[in-house]
């Protein structure tokens, strides 16, 4: 038996938060299109994710990453399994579901922070992101990130970069992707191309609580709530103690 | 001999003929058939066409009748013959399948038009970890608090009962408030 749906039934926050309420261990598989998703549930944490895609189902993206990239999905079927095999497995995603449903709401309202890492390519146009100075003096880069970011100020495509430092394509690419996976780069939209539709900012409140019961509320089934059964001509009027000689007799079977 | 009728409505394989074969004193008489639409198949193998049907004797004079609806909003033209005089209904929904949701919504809407007896919601099989707790499921359906929603598990009479009674305590309440009301 298991949890069963897809996005449109359901967000993708609002199962972490069903998943933060339960709470539920378990394994969460997400089918798209083209790609297909992991999350390992622990004790209603996300503790792991996978994200797989293309004809050899090739790692796009693990753990934060692949769930942000999996909150940006409008759309996939999912799979919620209970396993408690799952409590066993080390975490291997630090931050929680709030971050990264934070982290998805803002990838979706800035569609440089959105390239995915397969779709990097060495003409790709990048900038240094407009950051301040505070921001960047606490990140901790290794010497290909230091090296690929010092040239893009003076370099701004994927293979002029390569050139620069030496360093392959692929290295180059999968660096390029940490970088602005930590947010310190942006890839440059061509202003030719039409801009990518944009979803209207929601606070994290929005997302968290997608459904309000106001929302939902017939105003016949509020007045049903408020008024009750008022006096239907055909519905038998039942004392009270029939009713309690029903209720006994059920108790009893 | 005196009959008193309780409906068991929700929308397709939310367990209704199950609860209502779990409490039943008969064999429940049921008119299931052959689905056949696919999607439905890949949910269930057969359907409730008509009703389904199980009595609980309450004593020698009084007996109550549990009539299961059709599940399909195809269906729906025999949902108001069989909520006629009936006490109250149960509601039910497959906490597992939120997809669902937002049809079980306009099937309690169509029935507050047919009916005006007062019901509850049943979310079922509450004994799966992955189902989708109660209080969830009585936000994304929208029902106000003043009904109750129940954890039920149709396979499970004790928890058959707990619903039952549930609506029943329910049916007491609102009979007492029309009554001062009244007054």
């Not at chain 1, 069903?18 to 999350?39: N, Q, W």
């Not at chain 1, 006096?231 to 006994?248: K, N, S, T, Y």
């Not at chain 2, 409505?9 to 064999?27: E, P, V, W």
Request: aromatic share 6%.
């Amino acid at each position: 038996m298991a949890l069963e749906g897809t996005l449109q039934d359901m967000s993708l926050s609002d199962l972490f938060q069903v998943f933060r309420m339960g709470p539920k261990t378990g394994v969460l598989i997400l089918v798209s299109t083209a790609e297909r998703g992991v999350i390992y549930v622990a004790d209603g944490k996300v503790v792991d994710a996978v994200l797989a895609g293309g004809p050899d189902r090739r790692v796009q993206a693990t753990q934060e990453e692949a769930v942000i990239q999996m909150l940006l999905w409008d759309n996939a079927s999912f799979v919620f399994r209970h396993d408690p095999s799952v409590m066993s497995r080390p975490p291997r995603i630090t931050h929680d579901s709030e971050w990264l449903v934070m982290e998805g709401v803002r990838r979706r309202d800035d569609p440089a922070r959105a390239m995915p890492y397969h779709s990097i390519t060495l003409d790709t146009m990048l900038q240094l992101s407009s950051l301040p100075s505070s921001a960047e003096s606490g990140v901790s880069l290794d010497v290909n990130q230091w090296r690929i970011l010092s040239q893009i100020s003076r370099n701004t495509d994927v293979r002029t970069i390569c050139e620069a430092t030496g360093l392959p394509p692929d290295q180059t690419i999968r660096t390029v992707a940490e970088l602005l996976a930590i947010g310190l780069i942006e890839v440059v939209i061509p202003s030719a191309l039409p801009p990518r539709p944009k979803t209207p900012p929601k606070s994290h409140h929005d997302h968290v609580v997608s459904v309000t019961p106001a929302a939902h509320l017939t105003p016949e089934l509020a007045a049903a709530a408020v008024v009750g059964v008022g006096a239907g001509d055909e519905r038998p009027q039942v004392g009270r103690g029939l009713l309690d000689a029903i209720m006994r007799r059920i108790r009893g079977l | 001999m005196q009959a008193l009728k309780i409906v068991i409505t929700g929308s397709y394989a939310a367990g209704k003929t199950q609860l209502i074969r779990t409490i039943s004193d008969i064999d429940t008489i049921s008119t299931d058939y052959e689905v056949t639409l696919d999607e439905e198949r890949q949910l269930k193998r057969e359907t409730t066409v008509a009703l389904d049907f199980g009595t609980i004797a309450i004593n020698d004079q009084v007996t109550l009748y549990l009539f299961g609806t059709p599940g399909q909003e195809r269906f729906d033209f025999m949902w108001e013959h069989l909520t006629v005089g009936c006490l109250g209904y149960v509601v039910m929904v497959d906490s597992t399948r939120p997809g669902h949701f937002a049809e079980t919504q306009r099937l309690m809407s169509r029935f507050i038009e047919i009916t005006d007896a007062p019901f509850i919601v049943a979310a079922n099989k509450q004994d799966d970890e992955a189902a989708l707790p109660v209080s969830y499921v009585r936000r994304r359906l929208g029902v106000p608090l003043e009904i109750p929603v129940l954890p039920c598990v149709a396979t499970d009479r004790p928890s058959v009962k707990g619903v039952l009674l549930g609506l029943l305590k329910h049916i007491a309440t609102q009979n007492q408030m029309n009554q001062e009301q009244s007054a």
